[in-house]
């Protein structure tokens, strides 16, 4: 004997002709249970409690009556889920970050967090690679409204996050022994807690050396009020004072986020992640990245409502927003590679 070699026998050849193959595409932003809202929020367009034109508020409404059913047990969730992750397989996706805030089942007492662990065996059981983004949302309003109604589902308790932090640790145990699934930490909003309470949920993220997320100046009336609790701030601004910037932070839409504030994060190694599919169905808007140099942070996409699920229709989209801002084509494809070898922005 004088070689030893594997038998080709154990392998299945396949020939993809005239055929481009992709990586598994990375949906960065996602909430899966969102997916049953197709159809319900685009029938009427004066829906609003305040009578006024359909806007992102007036959806919110719409969201919070499907928490109602989606909630009501652990099965309903992760069957909603499931559906969701099989749909993203579908479509190229195999890797997600699903930002999650809807824990409990019962929202009288907001104790159970029976929701978090259908959210992962759903993707579990799904075959998807996923990042479940824990979410702390304590508060219904900038100035600290309590939660009330449907908002009670996504109670995440004390602000001194003892409970939210022995939640996360049971969570841990549950994902030591599967490998598809692991964790991150979430601040919901300037809306679910103030820049102070974000920040040491970042350092409760580094402490575990896990990523932090936090959704960022989506609504103009968000970001008015932020500017009357933080001495004028923007909230951008109030979270690069607070040191809440960095590789580990994502920042999901920024859609109303000033050059000036972007650049700065980015320049710092912030990453921002944008979700155009969702934007636009929401009419919120769509930020200015044109501006942004290829080696400050990354920008990331995200399936976020998901109205429709489609990677390459949110780069599409991504594209054509800032077409239309600027008059201009190829607006976010640099023409030149920069040091790190990235192609471009996204």
């Known amino acids: 004997m004088t070689v030893l070699r594997p038998s080709l026998r154990a392998y299945h050849r396949r020939e993809f002709k005239r055929v481009a193959l992709l990586p598994g595409f990375v ?78 089942v019962d929202a009288a007492t907001a104790k159970d967090f029976l929701l978090d662990r259908a959210v992962l065996e759903a993707a579990n059981e ?26 009670r589902h996504f109670e995440s308790g004390d602000v001194d ?21 692991s964790l991150a930490v979430a601040a919901h909003s300037i809306r679910g807690c103030n820049v102070d309470t974000a920040k040491r949920l970042l350092d409760f993220a580094r402490e575990k050396k896990v990523p932090f997320h936090m959704h960022v100046e989506e609504q103009v009336k968000e970001i008015e009020a932020a500017k009357e609790v933080y001495s ?5 601004r109030a979270l690069l004072d607070s040191g809440i910037y960095g590789p580990d932070v994502t920042l999901v839409h920024c859609t109303h986020t000033s050059v000036e504030d972007m650049h700065e994060h980015t320049a710092k190694g912030t990453n ?24 400050d942070g990354q920008v990331c996409i995200g399936s976020d409502c998901n109205s429709r699920i489609d990677t390459l229709e949110e780069l599409r989209w991504l594209e054509y927003a800032h077409r239309l801002r600027t008059q201009r084509r190829g607006v976010l494809i640099t023409d030149t590679l920069p040091a790190k070898g990235n192609p471009g922005r996204i």
């Open 272 to 295: 921002i992640c944008i979700c155009p599919a969702t934007e636009g169905c929401l009419a919120d808007g769509f930020p200015d990245l044109s501006r942004l140099r290829p080696e």
């Open 27 to 104: 949906n960065c932003h996602s909430h899966a249970f969102q997916r049953g809202l197709r159809g319900k929020g685009e029938s009427d367009y004066t829906r609003g409690s305040d009578g006024r034109a359909a806007n992102f508020w007036s959806w919110r409404e719409e969201m919070y009556r499907l928490v109602g059913s989606v909630a009501k047990d652990e099965s309903s969730m992760k069957d909603a889920c499931l559906r969701c992750f099989g749909e993203m397989i579908d479509a190229g996706i195999t890797s997600v970050g699903e930002f999650h805030y809807l824990h409990h």
């Open 126 to 151: 799904a075959g998807i690679r996923m990042r479940l983004i824990q979410t702390y949302y304590h508060s219904a309003s900038v100035d600290g409204k309590p939660l009330e109604g449907s908002q």
């Open 161 to 181: 996050l003892n409970v939210f932090k022995k939640q996360f640790e049971r969570l841990e145990a549950f994902v030591s022994d599967k490998p598809l699934l």
């Open 232 to 236: 004028g701030r923007s909230v951008s």
